[in-house]
């Protein structure tokens, strides 16, 4: 039930990123869309995640979904995706294990979202939401062009270790007539960077900022959750 509530809480705070036009019941192609991307990112060699140990990101998995095993450091990933029927959302959570007899190397940069978005038009625009500034702007709408060929990402993230000091961790990604919500559940530090790669894709990265741990035997983390309505149709 709680998680029930959580979805529903969610897709309300990000209907301030939508325009009124924004389907509360989702099409047939936008249902469509969403279980077109799981399936695309369910397999190994396609994740929508990230991570790096010892320095070197993990590029080769084994196994099926929703778990997937790193046999050189003994790291097992638990990706899970609830997708209610009839809904264009995917809500999304990553858990850690170290299944070794060791202690795990330093395992860094571990993003629960890094995925690359094909982009339709010529425009790519992301809308976001500031958070609490104290003043006339707190919780206002931005509107950030991406153009072709950035070579840095445009890099969110709120101040303090406070989830919504500045920034609030919610997006439109309008990638030409269609595009993708995204939310960030973590009540402490954040981050979403977002990068037109070429005139054809925009890289997402979401997750836990500056995240660096070991992992004893045994021992499990759990990422941020990530919440994805994909959606179709004019965003203006």
């Not at 860094?108 to 982009?119: G, M, N, S, W």
């Not at 309008?174 to 990068?195: P, S």
């Amino acid at each position: 039930m709680m998680k029930r509530i959580a979805m529903v809480f969610w897709i309300s705070v990000l209907g301030i990123l939508a325009s009124p036009a924004f389907a509360v019941t989702p099409s047939p192609s936008e249902i469509q869309r969403a279980a077109h991307w799981q399936a695309e990112h369910a397999v190994p060699n396609n994740l929508p995640f990230s991570l790096r140990v010892d320095g070197v990101p993990v590029r080769t998995l084994e196994g099926e979904a929703p778990r997937f095993r790193d046999i050189e450091h003994h790291l097992e990933f638990e990706y899970s995706i609830t997708d209610p029927p009839n809904s264009a959302s995917l809500e999304m959570i990553l858990e850690v294990t170290n299944t070794g007899t060791e202690d795990s190397g330093v395992i860094e940069a571990l993003f629960p979202l890094d995925v690359v978005f094909p982009v339709a038009g010529p425009r790519c625009t992301l809308r976001h939401v500031l958070g609490d500034l104290n003043s006339d702007q707190s919780f206002a709408p931005v509107d950030e062009d991406l153009p072709n060929g950035m070579t840095a990402p445009f890099v969110i993230a709120p101040v303090g270790g406070r989830s919504s000091d500045e920034q609030m961790p919610y997006f439109n990604l309008n990638t030409g007539n269609c595009g993708v919500l995204i939310a960030i559940g973590w009540a402490g530090q954040w981050e979403a960077r977002f990068q037109r790669v070429d005139e054809g894709h925009v890289r997402v990265t979401c997750g836990q900022q500056d995240f660096r741990v070991r992992l004893k035997p045994g021992e499990r983390v759990r990422t941020p959750r990530t919440l994805q309505p994909h959606w179709q149709g004019g965003d203006e």
